[in-house]
């Protein structure tokens, strides 16, 4: 079965920078969507930013101008470079992967996501 693997998460203050990255194994198509969501403590999981195997990009309002979404298919790995990281940025993220034919979607997902990481920590402190 596909398996996604996130690293990077960590805790830091606020203005300063973090790279996460997805390592994506298990499958033998290459997705056509991969993306980033985050969930903070008592609110629902939405959606960061995402990339396509086109190359288009879609973010969060949130997010635009301080973060950038990459990928590099020969090694499986997506990755969320986070910069100017505010308070409300605290949150759990989460790498997502669709299977073949989708694509990015207004609002920083992908028009489907059926495999998941297990997550990993940022927390912004002011």
């Known amino acids: 079965q596909v398996q996604l693997v996130e690293s990077g998460g960590g805790s830091v203050q606020a203005g300063g920078s973090l790279r996460l990255s997805c390592v994506a194994s298990g499958y033998t198509s290459r997705p056509y969507c991969m993306g980033w969501f985050r969930q903070a403590p008592g609110k629902e999981r939405e959606g960061v930013a995402a990339?396509?195997?086109?190359?288009?990009?879609t973010y969060d309002d949130s997010v635009k101008g301080r973060f950038t979404i990459s990928q590099d298919n020969a090694k499986n790995t997506l990755n969320l470079q986070m910069n100017s990281l505010k308070r409300e940025d605290t949150a759990m993220y989460y790498c997502a992967a669709s299977s073949w034919g989708q694509t990015v979607a207004p609002g920083g997902g992908c028009t489907e996501t059926r495999y998941w990481g297990q997550g990993t920590q940022v927390s912004v402190s002011s």
């Open positions: 990339i396509d195997n086109y190359g288009r990009t």
